[in-house]
């Protein structure tokens, strides 16, 4: 039942209700205790209001308003009092046409529902005051006629209107209980307007001043009141000389019916045109107020009866404002959008969604998952305004961030356009009420001469507060089928795949695909069963069923064994023992299956899996039934370079029956172009039009990648071989370099380095194996030196040669990659000349030299060093442990005395020689039978001579990185410069001085004396 402040009225102006402008009353509150006659209610007028003005007033049409209207002609007039000079306070009000008998006294004649809402877009709410004396008929010229709202707040907010210190501005109106009755105190009332919103962001702002109510304060606030808010309005009347206040609230209630076990359920099958709708609907807070069922032709979507709102406020806005409207402006087929606009510093750009997407904008945060592919070209529109590099996908949620938060905003509207006259019908229920819980029921019946239709069938509710609710999903579908299925056709070879996450056909050599006609729902799974089918074969055999799969319409049997790849087993079944969802029995029949089964071709047998140039590969290859013509093949380049090549392949038939072939692939000639893997594909058709096909099609397919995309190997489904058609590289090093002259030593090792490598991916052909391996001399005698090769990857040989002569050598090497290729010149010819070690040599001057020799010399006896003809006379050596002098003197025969007998590379030497002359000694080279191990010399404290020890053949080295093993005891390091007679400084780097040159540097052949503070071992 409709709620009015005074009448029930009979109208409905449908205009003013879709605008959102007037709505229903469904709340307005007595006063809180008879206080002499006063009263106060909040409430909202209805269309079909009839304001009937005073002529001084002009005439206003009935629309209910308090405001915003037409006065006396003056469009840009609006009735806040003082804003209008026809409203002066003898004339001011509207006079209000009502049938109560009375003036309204402790709330008489107020509705006494108590809730409003704030989900709809325009939310407008009333308070009426009213009171004997409290309003008198002639106030001053002021802007409130003489009363002033105390207070009005939601108790959700903290707008200042809630401290009383800034009136609202209201219109006086004269409640008339006659046309005739003439102005009197008791017939006056107040009238005042205000809003309610869910979004705290649209409530109206804090008034800066509240001294001036003409201009300067909102006619129409809007306050913040989301679910379960109480707005609170108050005034004080002054009635027989007492001041008396009256308080009226407003609950707050955005949450519509819930519906509760609705029939009938979605996806109904019968074959029944009868049928019961039914639903329970509870609405604990303002309660229930309407509740209509309704059908449909076409699928409804709750985005077709509610607006898009953000998600975040927590409620769905209806499209409409009562059900009668609803159901005269719902269009099930309409085309919901939801288009969402990016205004970029005043560029705005707008990207379409359906609803599906599921649009929820959080400030700067715009999140959707596309659902269509409309859906993901507008997300990836949106990501490439923003750079983003993300690939957008459907099912998967995306949020976007704008770029420049400060200028930039997004804002979403729902629009409903291309609807096809889809409507929805109004069913009336009856009702019955138990507690909180309203039963609706209906029984009605499917409307039509078809033997199978789909219906939809769903409920509008509507509770005191406006608040509107439809059934989830916007309506459950209804499926009537009153025809019965039969057997159509069969398809031999095609099964059911049963995994869960596939749920499609698969080519199945042991199943049968069996299809009915049902244009229903489908069969009923619980009437299927083996033993409803018989099946046999070309031959009349019975075959064995083990199982049977339902999709729908489609039975898959299975069977016990696979079929013969050209089978048309026949399918029968008795009439009754199979029925569909709707109950509808199958009637008996039987159809023989088409062939499906795809032939199966494999190969036998292939001569070469690798080649080299001018070789050629037969692939042999057979299949399980006659085609209906010779296969055809493509040969293609898998791996390589990226050139363009192709090879001859020639198909030839192995006997008569058409079931056997060779392929012969040729045509491989020398070059890079050829090189790689070549993959093969077959293809071949049976009689009844199923393909079989060998090998991978394309080169893609042929060959796998890693997680970064790189070639990883050949697929195992491939095919075909591999064409090395490049010979085998000259060595990319070998040690000697060819043409070398190397000093002799026993053994001495020859190494040879060769880069077959990968010459394309898949190449399995990069081992290489010597086939000959010669040495000769300069007579051009050979010895066979293959088996003194080593080598760990059969790319880097390593040759061990004994006892070379010291001549010119040439080693003959000849190898084969797997394909067979050799060297372009073979074989490969690595020549050599050996010779003795040669000397170490140092220079002396006349007078004193600081020495040491490079390594330890084969005789280093100071008589075999220093002949009778050498001019040296005096050599001293320093003995760093017990710092004491050893030395030799040549006697004036021409002999050698004293304690030092020999010179070695561990020490360093003081020669005094009488001209310029060279120290020359024999260093031999060659591996021991013992492993060397590096040298060390042990340093005393205080001074020691040190020779400088070549371990890395280096002539010169760094003095730091040559003491570095004792700097933490060492001081200082000097030199001799024979040419001055003068000590050198040797510089390192914790010297203050900065080093450079030969002054960093210690160099081989030279001695140093090395002050150490203690103890410490040298290892150079």
Not at 583 to 608: F, H, M, R, Y
Request: with cysteine.
């Amino acid at each position: 039942m409709k709620k009015y402040f005074n009448k029930v009225l009979p109208t409905l102006l449908v205009a003013a209700l879709m605008l959102g402008t007037f709505q229903l009353v469904r709340s307005a509150t007595p006063a809180e205790a008879d206080v002499g006659g006063a009263g106060i209610a909040i409430g909202e007028f209805i269309p079909g209001w009839e304001d009937n003005e005073t002529t001084a007033n002009g005439t206003d049409a009935a629309d209910g308003e308090i405001d915003d209207v037409d006065v006396s002609g003056n469009a840009a007039a609006e009735r806040d009092m003082a804003a209008n000079a026809d409203w002066t306070p003898a004339d001011a009000g509207i006079k209000w046409n009502s049938t109560h008998e009375t003036p309204a006294e402790s709330g008489e004649g107020l509705v006494s529902a108590t809730h409003g809402t704030s989900v709809h877009t325009s939310n407008i709410y009333h308070i009426q005051v009213t009171g004997h004396d409290g309003i008198p008929a002639t106030t001053v010229a002021n802007d409130d006629f003489g009363l002033t709202l105390d207070d009005i707040y939601s108790s959700s907010s903290t707008q200042t209107w809630i401290d009383g210190t800034c009136a609202l501005v209201g219109v006086k109106y004269i409640d008339i209980k006659d046309d005739t009755v003439t102005d009197t105190a008791d017939e006056n009332s107040m009238v005042y307007r205000f809003q309610v919103s869910a979004d705290s962001s649209s409530a109206t702002a804090d008034p800066s001043t509240c001294g001036t109510l003409n201009g300067a304060v909102t006619r129409s606030p809007i306050l913040y009141a989301p679910d379960g808010a109480t707005v609170t309005a108050s005034a004080t009347l002054t009635i027989d000389t007492r001041e008396r206040t009256v308080t009226a609230t407003l609950e707050i209630d955005n949450e519509g019916p819930d519906f509760s076990n609705f029939s009938p359920a979605d996806e109904t099958v019968t074959d029944s045109k009868a049928l019961t709708i039914s639903s329970d609907i509870t609405d604990g807070d303002s309660g229930l107020d309407e509740i209509v069922f309704f059908d449909s032709g076409t699928e409804c979507e709750e985005a077709d009866f509610f607006k898009y709102v953000d998600p975040d406020l927590g409620y769905k806005q209806p499209r409409f404002l009562t059900i009668d409207t609803a159901i005269a402006g719902i269009d099930c087929s309409d085309v919901v959008t939801d288009t969402v606009t990016l205004d970029d510093a005043g560029v705005a750009t707008t990207y379409a969604f359906s609803a599906d997407a599921g649009v929820d904008i959080d400030g700067e945060v715009v999140t959707v998952t596309p659902s269509t592919a409309t859906d993901v070209t507008a997300g990836q529109a949106i990501e490439d305004k923003l750079n983003g590099g993300r690939t957008i996908e459907a099912d998967t949620t995306y949020s976007f961030t704008t770029a420049v938060a400060a200028d930039d905003e997004w804002s979403v509207a729902r629009t409903y356009v291309g609807g096809g006259n889809a409507f929805i019908y109004e069913l009336t229920p009856s009702t019955a009420v138990d507690g909180d819980v309203t039963t609706a029921t209906l029984a009605t019946s499917i409307n039509t001469a078809a033997t199978n239709v789909d219906y939809w069938f769903g409920a509008l509710a509507i509770d005191e507060a406006g608040v509107m609710s439809v059934v989830t999903g916007g309506a459950n579908e209804v499926q009537y089928d009153e025809a019965s299925p039969a057997i159509a056709s069969a398809r031999a070879g095609i099964g059911w795949d049963e995994d869960p996450d596939v749920e499609a056909e698969e080519d199945d050599r042991a199943s049968i695909a069996v299809l009915f006609t049902e244009l229903g729902a489908g069969l009923d799974v619980d009437s299927l069963s083996v033993d409803d089918f018989v099946i046999t074969d070309d031959d009349d055999n019975v075959l064995t069923a083990i199982g049977v799969e339902l999709d729908t319409k489609t039975v898959y049997i299975k069977l016990d064994a696979d079929l013969a790849p050209d089978a048309t087993p026949n399918v029968a079944i008795e009439a009754g023992d199979i029925h569909d969802l709707a109950g509808n029995d199958a009637s008996g029949g039987n159809v023989d299956a088409s062939d499906k089964i795809d032939p199966s071709i494999t190969l036998s047998s292939q001569t070469e899996t690798l080649v080299k140039a001018d070789e050629t590969v037969v692939f042999s290859i057979v299949s399980d039934e006659p085609l209906s013509a010779r296969p055809s093949v493509t040969v293609y380049k898998a791996t390589g370079n990226a050139n363009a090549a192709s090879v001859g392949v020639s198909v030839a038939d192995v006997g008569d029956d058409d079931q056997a072939w060779d392929i012969t692939v040729s045509g491989i000639v020398a070059g890079a172009d050829r090189e790689g893997y070549w993959g093969v594909y077959v293809s071949g058709s049976d009689v009844g039009g199923n393909t079989a096909t060998l090998g991978e099609a394309d080169a893609a397919a042929a060959t796998d990648e890693d997680d970064d995309g790189d070639f990883e190997a050949i697929s195992e489904d491939a095919i075909g071989f591999e064409a090395d058609t490049t010979d085998v590289a000259a060595p990319s090093a070998t040690t000697p370099t060819d043409d070398d002259t190397v000093t002799y030593r026993s053994p001495y090792f020859v190494t040879i380095t060769l880069d077959d490598g990968d010459e394309y991916d898949g190449d399995s052909s990069d081992v290489l194996t010597v086939t000959e391996a010669l040495l000769v001399d300069e007579d051009d005698n050979e010895v066979d030196i293959s088996g003194n090769i080593q080598t760990s990857d059969n790319n880097k040989f390593r040759i061990a040669l004994t006892d070379l002569a010291l001549a010119t050598h040439e080693i003959h090497l000849s190898v084969e990659d797997g394909a067979g290729n050799t060297f372009t010149t073979d074989p490969y010819v690595l020549t050599f000349t050996v010779e003795e070690a040669g000397a170490v040599e140092v220079d002396l001057q006349p007078g004193w030299n600081l020495v040491s020799l490079e390594g330890e010399p084969t005789d280093g006896s100071v008589a075999t060093v220093f002949d009778a003809d050498h001019s040296a006379t005096k050599v001293f050596t320093y003995d760093n442990s017990a710092s004491a002098w050893v030395s030799a003197t040549r006697e004036s025969g021409g002999t050698w005395e004293g304690d030092l007998t020999a010179l070695d590379g561990q020490h360093g030497y003081w020669i005094y020689a009488d001209t310029f002359t060279t120290l020359e000694v024999t260093v031999p080279s060659g591996i021991s039978d013992v492993p060397p191990t590096p040298p060390t010399i042990a340093l005393g404290a205080g001074w020691n001579l040190v020779p400088v020890v070549p371990v890395d053949g280096a002539a010169t080295r760094d003095a730091d990185d040559y003491f570095a093993s004792v700097r933490f005891n060492l001081t200082r390091v000097l030199s001799y410069n024979a040419d001055t007679g003068t000590w050198v400084s040797v510089l390192l780097d914790n010297d203050l001085a900065t080093a450079s040159g030969n002054n960093k540097d210690v160099t081989t052949g030279s001695a140093y004396w090395v002050y150490m503070l203690e103890a410490d071992t040298l290892v150079p």
